[in-house]
């Protein structure tokens, strides 16, 4: 077997993204890098959510010169990730502006965006 | 136009379309912004109301179609009786919440539209049946929680918000990919279709999303140890933020969790241990906790654990098949009542601490001038301890008898223990603002009291439609509680003396009717626990003060003694006994000395609750009915139940070990009201091991277990006698006495023979009116003489004449002296243990009499023989020494009439005795073959009385003896300093020292090693560092966890 | 150094779980029935040529609902948390601005137009060609971000983009009760003529849906943007 098909390789570099990220936010200490790394786990699960609906050798399932009507059936790919996935963008965006307004609102309080300064609740 | 109106897709209509208004009507004044928001969250709260009683009356769900396609190729959502029932109850806490947070609402218009939107989003996820619609719910109230969680601008708080946003959105992550996931392995989003092919989900990628979902789902409702962020918001948040994220959020991942729950049939034991780790841990740690909202929210996720927890096992046991009757209405209770209990109780506790503002429960002021917010206050607690007679009890009680039913009692152990360390924390927090002495600065009605009444009277209405459910005999059950609440209601307005005979009359009423058609021993009991409790009572006269709420109290008390004899099943059985527990409870707190009493009291009082209500559990699982007949012809197999049973009452009774909560509770408490407790309230676990008697009598082992039960009432006797002779508060010496006198009781029915029982409830009238009589005269001595030591007291003959006459007449009835009743019970007794062969015990049992003639002795030379103190000469001087007041004085008579009417003509009280032990029980046991009418024909007591009173006399003696040849070693003299005056008290200061290798505080010590270690458990809080990137791993743990045991176990 | 062994662990087993995942993953060769109706049953009933506009706005229009409601929770959310004391941006206030550079400024009178064109473009042709409300609205946004960029000092009329986006969101909702009315069902947007599939003027109502939520999308986004100005 020769080239892995093409979704595998977005699902791989998915699953690489959300590691990348997964790391990102439990090693740095900065809120803004620890923000960076969820965007980064976003991201990575979106792409492994359109891979996912893949669909061998098939195109955007939208009807044009491209797709006819009758060749959809069999040369689209799923729609459903896709359209799941823009909900989720735009929830993701919007779950990234909150912990931005939190890190500035953090930093306001101690001048320091460093997770260690933020440790008042325990136990 | 009505009905397309009241549809329950204008839910999302008020809620978005109000959101979206917001903005705009901000332009036009405060005033129409207020109204708007009003009106949509009112509104919503209307629509789902109605829906549900629709429902209620039998509609059908409605399933609201969106896009004008049917599912799967749409979303669709569904309003049925379920989600009629979360959306009505979160939508109207909600609006409640919207007051309480109106200061910080109001005037901002952000804030505003984030709540509608957010309660709004609660609404979608409880009724969607798309799973990424889902989703999207939880984000937008995720999101909600987010902005809202802004309105407290400390940096605790903030950090906090951010470490909540860290975990809740690592959480909606693994949901989203789940959900793409779930996808890809079966092509459909919509719950219904999920559900459906629910066994065909298999493979890898199936099984993964599978669990991924569930720990998105378990995360949210913030599991142990993966909980700190959750934790820290509740305690840092503005209390109306924490109470919604409390009860709104996790009333909405709960259930989506109930929805989705078939899903995860593979997972049951897995989410259950989970779960069950949880709710323990929770409330483990919570005994550590002094900040009130995190001990809230302790609480908050322990509620949340179990309920997850009973839904699991109930849910398993369905899929196992375990057939019991009413399966559905049981689930309901469960799960309905656990909910509507976490969800008015939490958030009214929530709302409560931010209106009175004390951060730490140790500092909370007094709530005493404000009788309201108090009594809502300990309705609010009462709630959550799963008390009747509210929902979260209904849920427990039928909860573990699901649980018996299917033999799970190590999940009873559990739930049962984690609710104990539940309630402690709880009403430790409860008896320090008794003991306050800042009174509350008084909150804002609105947006403080009003939310925090209505919280606590729904849970009240609630309780009552609940109980409905549950299948109580009848609403007579709660005449108590009903009279009680008339009393409450013109407490403030009456003056003491008139308050005290309204509740006699009412007692009297009440008592009437509720003894009606009661026969047999039941009808004995309840004549002689009224009229004993009705005279004692009545001594209440002598207090001229207001005593806010105790008679109302005293009302409960009392009705609820006939109420339980008159229990036909266990169910009403443990209500009522619950309920007398509570009122002891709030009785003794009225008294400021019995503060630290108070934890112990209702502590050692839920222990036993929970043994008799595993007990009776067990006996319906064995049974398969709640009759209380039932126990009477239980099979060879009820020894378990039995011993269950015998255990709560043992620990009410006081038996000798768990006894430390009784001289406190009955000495401190007030002094009317330790009469009552010792002479009528003690009987109640009397009552029950009667009652539950029969079961060891049936059972395989029956002599083994009647013997030990005997020996325990025996070591009672001892230790209680023991205890009493070396006690220099008199109060106390009488609790002890009070202690050790139950024993003999207990010894009585251990017999399990006709003459035990006729014993047994011969003692119960002796000790009745003796208990009454002595706490009644100590109360005189109090009040006239100023102190309970007997250090200060004596010499009181010559002033209190009266008392002096009533006290002798108790104390010999009470030791057992011819010619008054007492000697007969003893005599009674000693034959009916010769009759079984116990002599070891019948001889101890003399010995033990001899100590209780010590006591007695002791008592009456130190109070009114031994020559007055000189610091005390004053009083006598200044004339306040005097006779004790006649409200006092007439039932202490009334008491001693009753004995010597007794004691001079036996059969007055002997013939219905004899007649009201079942006769089927005693035809196999009748004593030598005669009835009791012959026995006491028979009855030649002077041989036997001669050997007693010559044995204890010779003890006497030998006592007297051996201090009359040391009494002047040097070591004594030294120990007590010489400053006994009297011979008599420096006899039992010799023997003082003796008797302390006898009573060391064993008991104490072992419970406070006991709740220390309980406590140290505790720290397991250390896993919460504060950090929000080691709560973000314990996240990521806690899937990897569920994932690779998940896969692991194929259960 | 223990702490950073246990998320080395915790990443390895992440890596475990997701190899397994990328094992287990095979690619489908044919759609499945629900994917296979949206798509050849979709343009069919809709009229979009673009089946995942279809899909968001009318199928899954409650989902798209929510996702307006949950931007629209943000805006809002900004500006609780990051109140102004005073009016317009603080910065200003303590430190001077250097003017943004020649070519920057050049470049952004350049765009702009063509930027704003190119949103309203996405926008309007959600349902014939990839694109739509939210992507044309980020486009748009994108504009006002630059804008911001090079002139820091901008005063974007925030009441009036507030106004905006309400009533957008306000006629998002009485469309979907239109449909409601008229037709199938709430969000339902078969109530205008279906049109030739792949005309401009097709699809229902989709294209105005689209219209409400690109206008209502850029105003909410470019208000996120203007809250982090301070």
């Known amino acids: 077997m020769g080239f892995p098909p093409v979704s595998h390789l977005v699902l791989a570099t998915g699953c690489s993204l959300v590691l990348i990220g997964f790391y990102g936010m439990l090693t740095h200490r900065n809120i803004l890098r620890i923000i960076i790394g969820f965007s980064l786990i976003d991201t990575g699960i979106h792409m492994i959510l359109v891979a996912t609906g893949y669909i061998t050798g098939g195109t955007a399932p939208i009807i044009d010169e491209a797709l006819s009507l009758d060749a959809a059936a069999t040369r689209s790919v799923d729609p459903i990730p896709s359209a799941l996935v823009v909900t989720a963008i735009v929830i993701g965006l919007s779950v990234t502006a909150i912990m931005l307004a939190y890190a500035i609102r953090l930093y306001e309080t101690k001048q320091t965006l460093s997770l260690d300064a933020f440790t008042e609740s325990k136990w | 136009m009505v009905a397309s109106l009241l549809h329950p897709l204008t839910i999302f209509i008020l809620g978005l379309g109000g959101g979206f208004v917001l903005p705009l009507v901000y332009r036009l004044g405060k005033t129409w912004l207020k109204a708007t928001f009003f009106l949509a969250l009112s509104g919503m709260a209307l629509v789902s109301a109605l829906g549900l009683v629709r429902l209620l009356l039998g509609g059908d769900a409605i399933d609201i179609l969106t896009a004008g396609s049917l599912p799967p190729v749409s979303i669709s959502l569904r309003f049925g009786l379920w989600e009629g029932f979360f959306t009505a109850s979160v939508n109207c806490v909600a609006l409640l919440g919207a007051l309480r947070l109106w200061p910080r609402l109001s005037g901002r218009y952000a804030a505003m539209l984030l709540y509608l939107i957010f309660v709004m989003g609660i609404n979608g996820m409880v009724m969607t049946r798309d799973l990424f619609n889902l989703f999207v719910f939880l984000e937008i109230v995720s999101i909600g929680t987010y902005g809202l969680l802004s309105l407290e601008e400390t940096p605790a708080a903030l950090a906090a918000a951010f470490k909540y946003i860290m975990a809740t959105v690592l959480a909606s992550t693994f949901f989203l990919l789940a959900t793409g996931l779930l996808y890809y392995a079966t092509g459909t989003l919509n719950i219904d279709g999920l559900l459906a092919q629910r066994e065909a989900i298999g493979g890898p990628i199936g099984a993964m999303a599978l669990l991924l979902l569930l720990g998105a789902l378990l995360v949210e409702l913030k599991p142990f140890p993966a909980n700190g962020w959750g934790l820290d918001v509740y305690e840092t948040a503005t209390d109306g933020v924490a109470a919604l994220v409390s009860v709104g959020v996790s009333a909405g991942v709960f259930f989506a969790l109930f929805k989705l729950e078939p899903l995860f049939a593979g997972q049951r034991n897995l989410i259950a241990w989970s779960c069950g780790l949880t709710f323990v841990a929770a409330n483990l740690i919570g005994l550590r906790q002094r900040l009130v909202q995190r001990l809230l929210g302790y609480s908050s996720i322990g509620q949340m654990a179990l309920m997850v927890l009973a839904l699991v096992l109930l849910r398993r046991q369905e899929a196992d098949g375990v057939e019991s009757g009413g399966a559905d209405v049981a689930f309901a209770l469960v799960i309905g009542g656990l909910f509507l209990n976490h969800l008015l109780a939490k958030a009214g506790l929530f709302w409560l601490a931010g209106a009175i503002g004390a951060r730490e429960w140790t500092s909370w002021p007094s709530l005493a001038g404000r009788p309201l917010l108090l009594l809502a206050f300990a309705i609010l607690l009462v709630a959550i301890a799963g008390l009747p007679p509210f929902p979260g009890f209904w849920g427990k009680w039928e909860l573990v008898n699901a649980l018996a039913g299917s033999g799970d009692y190590g999940w ?633 045991l998940g896969s692991a176990i194929p259960i | 150094m223990i702490r950073r062994g246990f998320i080395i662990l915790a990443l390895v087993l992440f890596g475990l779980v997701f190899a397994r995942l990328i094992g287990a993953y095979q690619e489908q060769s044919v759609l499945r029935p629900l994917a296979e109706h949206y798509v050849t049953q979709g343009p069919r009933e809709l009229g979009a040529a673009n089946v995942i506009t279809g899909i968001l706005i009318t199928y899954r229009g409650f989902d798209t609902l929510g996702e307006v409601a949950v931007l629209f929770m943000v805006a809002a959310g900004l500006g609780l948390l990051l109140r102004r004391d005073g009016d317009g941006p603080s910065v200003s206030a303590n430190t001077p601005l250097r003017p943004a550079s020649e070519l920057v400024v050049t470049g952004t009178e350049v765009l702009l137009p063509l930027i704003f064109v190119f949103g309203a473009y996405v926008i309007m042709h959600g349902h014939l060609s990839a694109g739509g409300g939210f992507q044309g609205g980020a486009i748009v946004a994108s504009a006002v971000l630059l804008l911001l960029v090079t002139q820091p000092l901008t005063r974007l009329r925030l009441d009036l983009l507030s106004i905006t986006e309400s009533f957008a969101g306000v006629l998002f909702v009485c469309i979907g009760l239109l449909g409601l009315i008229l037709a199938g069902g709430f969000l339902d947007s078969r109530f205008l003529p279906q049109g030739q599939l792949g005309a401009f003027f097709s699809a229902g109502a989709i294209p105005i849906i689209s219209i409400l939520l690109g206008i209502k999308v850029g105003a909410e986004l470019s208000v996120i943007i203007d809250r982090f100005r301070r």
């Open chain 2, 412 to 1044: 009873i152990v559990l739930i049962l223990f984690g609710s104990l360390c539940e309630a402690v924390y709880l009403f430790r927090w409860f008896g320090a603002c008794l003991q306050a002495p800042r009174p509350a600065a008084v909150p804002a009605f609105f947006s403080g009291e009003l939310p925090v009444l209505v919280a606590a009277l729904l849970l009240v209405i609630a309780g009552l439609a609940a109980a409905g459910l549950a299948g109580i005999s009848s609403f007579w059950l709660f005449l108590p509680l009903a009279a009680g609440a008339a009393l409450a209601v013109i407490d403030p307005i009456l003056p003491g003396q008139v308050k005290c005979a309204l509740m006699l009359a009412l007692v009297l009423a009440g008592g009437l009717f509720l003894s009606q058609g009661l026969d047999g021993m039941r009808g004995l009991f309840a004549a002689l626990l009224l009229s004993g409790g009705l005279v004692i009572a009545s001594a209440g006269f002598y207090r001229t003060d207001a005593r806010p709420f105790h008679h109302a109290l005293l009302a409960v008390l009392l009705l609820a003694l006939p109420a339980l004899l008159r229990a036909e099943t266990g169910l009403d059985f443990f209500v009522t006994f619950e309920i007398i527990t509570l009122a002891s409870y709030f009785l003794i707190a009225r008294s400021p000395a019995a503060a630290p009493h108070l934890l112990p009291f209702l502590l050692f009082s839920l222990a036993a609750a929970f043994f008799l209500l595993t007990g009776f559990a067990a006996h319906r699982a064995a049974s398969g009915t709640d009759a209380l007949t039932a126990l009477g012809s239980a099979g060879a197999d009820g020894a378990l139940t039995f011993v269950l049973l015998a255990s709560g009452f043992l620990i009410k009774a006081g038996a000798l070990g768990v006894h430390v909560w009784l001289p406190g509770a009955y000495a401190e408490a007030e002094d009317d009201v330790s009469a009552l407790l010792s002479a009528v309230i003690s009987k109640v676990p009397i009552i029950g091991l009667l009652t539950g008697a029969y079961l060891a009598i049936r059972s395989q082992n029956a002599f083994g277990l009647a013997h030990g039960m005997g020996w325990i009432g025996l070591l009672t006797v001892i230790g209680g006698a023991a205890m009493a002779l070396r006690e220099d508060d008199v109060k106390r010496m009488l609790a002890y006495s009070s202690m050790s006198q139950l024993g003999y009781i207990v010894i009585a029915i251990a017999l399990m023979s006709h003459i035990g029982w006729v014993t047994a409830l011969y003692l119960v009238a002796n000790h009745l009116m003796v208990k009454g009589i002595l706490f009644l005269a100590v109360a005189g001595v109090t009040l006239r003489a100023g102190s309970r030591q007997f250090a200060d007291l004596g010499g009181l003959m010559r002033s209190m004449p009266f008392t002096f006459v009533a006290v002798l007449i108790a104390v010999i009835a009470m030791s057992g002296l011819p010619p008054l009743m007492g000697f007969g019970g003893k005599w009674l007794l000693v034959q009916g243990m010769a009759d079984q062969e116990w002599y070891a015990l019948a001889v101890l049992s003399l010995v033990a009499t001899g100590l209780g003639f010590l006591y007695m002795i002791r008592l009456v030379h130190g109070l009114f023989l031994k020559p007055q103190p000189p610091n005390r000469a004053e009083l006598s001087s200044a004339g306040s020494l005097r006779e004790a007041p006649i409200a006092l004085l007439l039932p202490q008579y009334a008491l001693a009439a009753a004995i010597l009417l007794l004691s001079f003509y036996p059969s007055l009280v002997m013939e219905p005795i004899a007649a009201a032990i079942d006769p089927a029980f005693s035809a196999g046991l009748v004593w030598r073959g005669m009835s009791l009418q012959e026995i006491y024909g028979y009855w030649n007591p002077r041989p036997l009385m001669i050997v007693i009173v010559a044995a204890v006399m010779s003890a006497i003696a030998l006592l007297a003896m051996l201090y009359w040849f040391r009494r002047k070693d040097a070591r004594f003299l030294r120990s007590t300093g010489g400053k006994e005056s009297d011979a008599l008290s420096r006899f039992f200061a010799f023997y003082e020292p003796m008797l302390g290798v006898l009573v060391r505080p064993m008991a104490s010590r072992f419970w406070n090693n006991v709740a220390r270690g309980v406590e140290a458990l505790g720290c397991l809080r250390r896993v919460y560092d504060g950090d929000g990137q080691t709560y973000a791993l314990y996240v990521l743990y806690y899937f990897l966890a569920l994932y690779f």
